[in-house]
């Protein structure tokens, strides 16, 4: 059993900072990846960063620059820091991660989500 929990999320003024944290924990053997998504009232979930194993990562167009994600290995722990924030950054923001949890068998977990709010 793997669980991943978010945390972090909030309401902000625009141009403001948040930054949100996803603990994976349970049976984990290694991480594959792990990315953030969002998901906007009537609007499909997207992805928001991705950050692999090895360190590489992958933004969305919409938030680079602004999002910089990052992780510690050692705590299966990951972060984004939000930087910029725009009214249109306002979601439900949600951690996946790909985990061994077996020595051969992976699968994809999901968080609960956070809300993140940009409103003046």
């Known amino acids: 059993q793997v669980q991943l929990v978010e945390s972090g999320g909030g309401l902000v003024q625009p141009g403001g900072s948040l930054r949100l944290s996803c603990a994976a924990s349970?049976?984990?053997?290694?991480?594959?990846?792990m990315g953030w998504y969002r998901q906007a009232p009537g609007k499909e979930r997207e992805l928001v960063a991705t950050?692999?194993?090895?360190?590489?990562?992958a933004y969305a167009d919409s938030v680079k620059g602004r999002f910089t994600i990052s992780r510690d290995n050692a705590a299966n722990t990951m972060y984004v820091q939000m930087n910029s924030l725009k009214p249109e950054d306002t979601a439900v923001y949600y951690c996946?991660?790909?985990?061994?949890?077996?020595?051969?068998?992976?699968?994809?977990?999901w968080g609960q989500g956070t809300q993140v709010t940009v409103s003046s």
């Open positions: 950050i692999f194993s090895n360190g590489a990562t």
């Open positions: 349970g049976s984990i053997i290694s991480i594959v990846y």
């Open positions: 996946n991660a790909r985990i061994y949890y077996q020595k051969y068998a992976t699968n994809s977990y």
